[in-house]
């Protein structure tokens, strides 16, 4: 093959390839363009796209149309060097008369249109790579035009925080792409003369002709007036400086930095100018003069200046240099975590719980968390997973009215994991028709355990099977936290819905998700966006089908908004309809928040729940509700998208009643405000009074305490609420001084409280209970004899309740055989004051605490009778022979129980308790 066919050839394959790419590009874009209509966000899908590709452009041509302008100066040298090479002699005589038939000449194939062209190519080429790498920064150009106020200015330049959130960004970015542009010109325009002038004059000439001089000289002096207001900009960032003892500007910064920017901004314009004036005075070694000067103004005023003020004028008086400035990071942090807005007040220490406290509070009581999501997520597999293509991706914990009762649940919802199915079924029919989605939720209460140490399940089975008043009647679950690829539903093949007996049940989809192929061009388009050639073969598709695709939340959503932060762990609810619907929590953030303390590895320093997303399992469907009407960022964010944002109180009052604090904004809160309770800049400055997260023992391992919901009734309040706690210790010891509450329901969203101990007062912290526990004599023979017998023994989290103005803590225990992988609840230790106990039922260790006259309301599992003395039920006197001998046949299967698993203490104290309910039962014979 020759040369030319091989060129030939090669520009065929290019433009087949480039055809292609542009064929899938198109195709996907315009799918994404039917998916965000049929979600009803077109305008956010238009006003994304539009800006994306036309900042692209404009940018792109702008590079082109700089870097063309300055190669076309460089033409006229061009030509001029090729031309004074020595003329082209076609023919040469040599010796003996013989004559010599010269090659053509290279320079014939250069011409001045050829050379444009060239030059145009090479601006194309960089113009297209720079526009690639401004993706997705069209963001940044709407919130400086649509900017929202703080309404707080920054105490060293007194601009208002939007400035630093909203115009700085913008200012730099502009900066940016200007001195690229020069930076990437000046590049391309020194390499052609270098080229050119090292021809025309050797390697001792380079860049001595006036046409290299002025060009060069030009481009320096726009840099350099670039550079100076890059050193303005540069003032700004002192704002977020680590230097000092705090983030934010110090007094080195503000006394030292801060003066060397100020002078270097001067120096860059007197720089740029002198480069100017030599255009016309030639004096060029005044131009290095000033450009070295510049160069070592910035070594000494940026460097070395602020170094020996740091060393010798601030550290021998740290704090009287810095306590303003530490009174600004605490003031500004505070605010940047609405830690401001936490409410502080004192909480008795050293009082004992009474019996009559727990009667009075028996609803915390009743919600105290016995299941903890990490064996429970193990049990509910074993349980209710039901088949192999069923999965629980998570455990999660809400609050629902129950029969009446305002009750705290785990549930999880059974979503289908394809990638389960036996490797015969995993077909293209099965995966992308028949199991299209998951089916139905297992709800249990936190604190109801069966005889055989197992949930009791408000929900299970398949079809949902209810106990209680909460029922599920659209099951199916076809967008969640598993589903990650595409399906395609109302096919002529049915869709399989659930296992029944020995068959199964099949279904056609029913809902308005989804994007219709009802032609073969959406074939066509979907086969190229998807990649799926199978798309076009199958005849199973109508005119009615449809494709289900960005179904995983955790991709639906942040496709439609990826200016938000998210939560780690949406949740599902069960509305007021029967079906089920996920809430997650979306977060706005930045870095840019003066002297405000960053809370991760990338810089972000500021952070609000502004939005609650929801998301039909069923359809699809999601909504965006402004949860902080207040933040500046939500706000700029509606102007951009007018329309997008709802009012929270536009959200159906089933799912309003459902939200929730989030557990990684609390997280970020409690370690924040572990530093910033303290005030007092002294006190900051010597870490007087820090606190820490505490430590809990999970399975044998020490483990950062995790913040849990839990319902109870604050400290001065009448009604139990939805709150999550996070407890404090001091640093470097391990009892407890204060705890955080986050309340979640009604008009009480939102509030943050601090619960503080006396300093003077002992309370015990979740590490010393742990200890405590261990160093119990009768509680750690058990664990080790249990280890012992082919069991292991999991440890739950431990929670701290506060009841009234004292503290219980109460800690789960989980045994796991070695053949099983169902962790049953066996023990609850309960501590409370001084005493400590290990029970099977937390009623138990309450009576054995308290005293027989305490127990809970809650129904009891079956088989067993209610307990005595609680409201509503009979006393022990009233009980009928049938409830005695019920509860005597309970106490010997539980003594039996207890002789197999080695525990004989539990075993004499089974059968004392079996005693006295027969002595009781010999009496009513009487």
């Not at 619907?581 to 991760?600: C, G, L, M, Q, R």
Request: hydrophobic share 40%.
């Amino acid at each position: 093959m020759s040369r030319r066919s091989r060129f030939s050839l090669g520009l065929t394959v290019l433009a087949i390839f480039l055809i292609l790419t542009m064929v899938g590009w198109g195709a996907g874009l315009y799918v994404d363009w039917l998916w965000f209509k049929n979600l009803k966000y077109p305008q956010v899908f238009i006003t994304s796209m539009v800006s994306e590709i036309g900042l692209r452009v404009l940018v792109g041509l702008f590079i082109f149309g700089w870097l063309l302008l300055n190669l076309m100066l460089t033409r006229k040298s061009v030509w001029q060097a090729i031309q004074s090479f020595k003329p082209f002699r076609p023919f040469q005589q040599e010796d003996d008369n013989i004559i010599i038939i010269n090659q053509r000449d290279w320079r014939e194939h250069i011409t001045l249109g050829r050379l444009t062209a060239v030059f145009t190519a090479v601006s194309l080429v960089f113009a297209f790579l720079y526009s690639t790498s401004v993706s997705g920064d069209w963001v940044v150009l709407f919130k400086y035009f649509k900017q929202t106020a703080f309404g707080t200015v920054d105490p060293i330049f007194k601009k208002d925080i939007g400035f630093y959130v909203f115009s700085v960004p913008f200012y730099e970015y502009v900066y940016h792409l200007l001195s690229s542009a020069v930076l990437l010109s000046v590049f391309l325009v020194a390499v052609v003369y270098l080229v050119t002038d090292t021809a025309r004059g050797g390697l001792t000439k380079i860049f001595r002709f006036p046409t290299a001089r002025y060009h060069l000289s030009a481009l320096a002096a726009l840099f350099f007036l670039l550079k100076a207001w890059g050193y303005l900009l540069n003032q700004y960032d002192l704002l977020y400086s680590p230097r000092g003892v705090v983030h934010g500007a110090g007094y080195t910064d503000t006394h030292a930095t801060l003066l060397a920017y100020k002078v270097l901004f001067v120096l860059s314009l007197i720089t740029a100018a002198i480069i100017v004036v030599n255009l016309f005075l030639r004096r060029f070694k005044l131009t290095l003069y000033a450009i070295g000067g510049l160069i070592v103004t910035s070594v000494l005023l940026g460097g070395v200046y602020p170094g020996l003020m740091q060393k010798f004028v601030v550290l021998p008086n740290e704090f009287s240099r810095e306590a303003p400035y530490i009174a600004h990071n605490i003031k500004f942090t505070q605010q940047a975590y609405n830690l401001n807005q936490v409410q502080r007040q004192g909480f008795p220490a050293g009082r004992t719980l009474q019996a009559s406290d727990i009667q009075e509070n028996i609803n915390t009581i009743e919600n105290i968390r016995l299941w903890d999501w990490r064996p429970l997520q193990q049990t509910y597999s074993q349980l209710q997973e039901m088949r192999l293509y069923y999965e629980f991706k998570n455990i999660d914990i809400d609050r629902y009215q129950v029969d009446g009762d305002y009750r705290q649940v785990m549930l999880a919802v059974r979503e289908m994991n394809q990638d389960q199915l036996p490797g015969q079924a995993k077909t293209w029919i099965n995966q992308r028709l028949k199991y299209t989605h998951g089916y139905g939720v297992a709800m249990s209460p936190v604190n109801e355990v069966s005889a055989e140490g197992l949930p009791q399940f408000f929900l299970k089975d398949i079809p949902p099977v209810p106990s209680t008043s909460i029922k599920v009647t659209r099951p199916e679950i076809y967008f969640g936290e598993s589903n990650d690829g595409y399906v395609i539903v109302n096919t002529k093949s049915p869709e399989f819905d659930y296992p029944k007996g020995d068959g199964n049940a099949y279904t056609h989809y029913q809902g308005d998700g989804g994007v219709k192929i009802n032609s073969i061009f959406r074939k066509l388009l979907f086969a190229a966006a998807l990649g799926d050639y199978k798309l076009l073969l199958t005849s199973d598709i109508t005119n009615d089908s449809k494709v289900l695709f960005y179904r995983n939340i955790k991709q639906r959503i942040p496709k439609i908004a990826p200016f938000l932060s998210y939560d780690s762990d949406p949740y599902p609810v069960i509305n007021a309809q029967g079906g089920i619907t996920w809430i997650w929590d979306a977060y706005t953030t930045t870095d840019k928040y003066p002297y405000s303390e960053p809370f991760d590895k990338s810089g972000s320093n500021y952070i609000r729940n502004a939005v609650k997303v929801t998301m039909d399992a069923y359809n699809g469907d999601v909504h965006f509700y402004i949860a902080d009407s207040k933040d500046p960022l939500i706000q700029t964010y509606s102007k951009i998208f007018p329309g997008m944002f709802k009012p929270i109180d536009q959200m159906p009052a089933d799912l309003r009643s459902h939200i929730r604090y989030p557990e990684d904004l609390f997280l970020i809160q409690s370690r924040m405000y572990a530093v910033y309770h303290m005030n007092d800049p002294q006190v900051f400055y010597n870490r007087e009074d820090k606190w820490t997260l505490p430590s809990e023992k999970v399975g044998n391992e020490e483990k950062p305490m995790e913040a849990y919901y839990t319902i109870t009734v604050l400290p001065g309040q009448q009604k139990p609420e939805y709150v999550l706690i996070m407890p404090f210790t001091p640093q470097n010891k391990k009892n407890m001084v204060a705890w955080m509450a986050a309340r979640s329901d009604g008009e009480n969203y939102g509030k943050l409280l601090v619960y503080e101990f006396p300093k003077q007062e002992l309370v015990y912290g979740p590490m010393q209970v742990e200890a405590r526990i261990d160093q119990d004599t009768t509680i750690s023979q058990q664990l080790s004899l249990w280890d012992q017998r082919g069991s292991s023994v999991i440890r739950g989290n431990l929670l701290v309740i506060p009841v009234k103005d004292s503290l219980l803590y109460v800690e789960p225990l989980y045994l796991q055989s070695e053949q099983s992988k169902m962790p049953e609840l066996r023990r609850v230790i309960v501590a409370a004051g001084e005493k400590i106990v290990m029970e099977p039922t937390l009623d138990q260790a309450l009576q054995r605490i308290f005293g027989e006259g305490v127990g809970l309301t809650m129904p009891q599992p079956p088989g067993q009778p209610p307990q005595a003395n609680q409201p509503g039920r009979p006393t022990e006197t009233q009980a009928s022979v049938q409830e005695l001998a019920r509860e005597a046949n309970r106490l010997y299967d539980d003594a039996q129980a207890k002789l197999k698993a080695g525990d004989w203490a539990g075993y004499g104290q089974s059968l004392n308790q079996l005693k006295d309910v027969l002595n009781k039962l010999m009496e009513k014979a009487q």
